[in-house]
C-alpha cells in the first residue's frame, strides 16, 4: 500500500459505473447528433468502459460540444445573499403606550368620582368598562366582581387616587 503525500487532483478522483454510464451515455447522444462514426463511438465507449478515474474520461470529450456528463460540468458556487438592509418605519407616536404615566398634563373626559361609583354600586366591572379597561372589566364581569369584593377594593381605589382611562390620560376630579 502507497501513502499519498498531496491531495488528489479533480482527475485523479476514481469513478464509478454510475460515472460510465453517464459518459457512455453522453457518448451516445453525440453519436445520435452526427458528431461521431461508428468505429470511432464504438472505440471511445471501450475507453469510457476501462476508466478507472476522471482524467481517463476527461480526452473522450475534449473535442466535443456540451453536453458533457455531469461530473465534468465545473461546480456551481450559490450567489451570495443579498446584504440585508434594516427597515426602520417612520417614528411618530401619537401618544406613549396606553399603559403609560401621563406626561403632558392631557386629563381624560371621565371622571374618578363616577368611575369609582359606578364599581361600588354596579360590582361586575361597570366603572372599568366606563373607564375604557374592558379586558379588566370583563375579568371582573366573569368572577362577578370577585363575590363583589374586587369590584369594592377597586372602587375605593378610584375614589382616593383616580387613575387613568383606556388611553393613559388621567381620569379628572
Not at 28 to 37: D, K, Q, S, V, Y
Not at 135 to 146: N, Y
Request: negative net charge.
Amino acid at each position: 500500500m502507497t501513502t499519498v503525500s498531496e491531495p488528489a487532483g479533480p482527475d485523479s478522483v476514481r469513478i464509478g459505473t454510475a460515472e460510465r454510464e453517464d459518459a457512455i451515455r453522453v457518448l451516445g447522444e453525440h453519436f445520435a447528433a452526427g458528431r461521431l462514426g461508428v468505429a470511432e463511438y464504438e472505440q471511445r465507449v471501450g475507453l469510457a468502459v476501462d476508466a478507472v478515474n476522471r482524467g481517463d474520461l476527461r480526452p473522450l470529450f475534449a473535442d466535443l460540444p456540451a453536453p458533457y456528463p455531469p461530473f465534468m460540468a465545473p461546480p456551481v458556487w450559490p450567489a451570495p445573499p443579498p446584504p440585508v438592509t434594516p427597515h426602520y418605519p417612520a417614528y411618530a407616536p401619537v401618544r406613549p403606550y396606553p399603559s403609560a404615566p401621563q406626561q403632558w398634563g392631557e386629563y381624560s373626559d371621565k371622571s374618578k368620582v363616577v368611575a369609582g361609583l359606578l364599581q361600588i354600586l354596579v360590582p361586575f366591572g361597570a366603572g372599568r368598562f366606563y373607564t375604557g379597561h374592558t379586558g379588566i372589566a370583563v375579568a371582573q364581569l366573569l368572577t362577578c366582581g370577585g363575590f363583589g369584593l374586587w369590584c369594592l377594593i377597586d372602587g375605593i381605589i378610584l375614589l382616593v387616587n383616580g387613575g387613568t382611562d383606556g388611553y393613559g390620560r388621567r381620569l379628572r376630579d
